[in-house]
């Protein structure tokens, strides 16, 4: 400190605030780099999350068909509306003229904070097309739109079966 031992008390005080407000200036604008990055990598999550979930239900959708058809050679594409919702435990703070929203964490091992999951809400089924052998004839058509739709709460016109060689 013989930097400052020269000036007067409130030069010195004054020299002190300012070092101070911008070491917090740091500190906070340091965070919003970290906050964007977590919220990169859980986008990623997300969809990997979305991706999974499409693969799931084309299996089963695809197991099913096997057995109708009675061949292995199926192939299912689902089309989803959009990505797997996340709704996080948070505080919501409502007041006349406004409103705020606090996330709710959990300080984890390595002494970060992680956000509580309330709730995962998957992406709705928009349509589902089914190519298999006996995918032309009325009666196996028939068979997997009631399968389909009855499973996945989409209307029969939303799904697409065409039969392959």
């Not at 970060?112 to 999951?117: C, K, R, S, V």
């Not at 190519?131 to 799904?159: F, M, Y």
Request: aromatic share 4%.
């Amino acid at each position: 400190m013989k930097l400052l031992d020269g000036l007067s008390g409130k030069k010195k005080s004054l020299i002190l605030a300012i070092i101070g407000i911008i070491g917090l200036a740091l500190i906070i604008f340091g965070t919003f780099g970290e906050k964007e990055n977590e919220e990169i990598s859980k986008n990623t999550e997300e969809n990997i999350s979305t991706l999974e979930y499409i693969e799931r239900l084309e299996n089963k959708i695809g197991n099913i068909a096997e057995q109708i058809t009675g061949s292995s050679n199926v192939r299912v594409i689902v089309s989803v509306s959009s990505g797997t919702e996340y709704i996080y435990v948070s505080n919501e703070k409502l007041t006349e003229n406004s409103s705020s929203k606090e996330y709710i964490t959990v300080r984890t091992a390595n002494g970060g904070d992680e956000l509580i999951l309330l709730k995962e809400i998957y992406p709705d089924v928009t349509g589902v097309s089914v190519a298999c052998r006996g995918g032309d004839k009325p009666e196996i058509q028939a068979k997997l739109i009631d399968v389909i739709s009855t499973s996945l709460g989409v209307s029969s016109h939303r799904i697409c079966i065409v039969g392959i060689k």
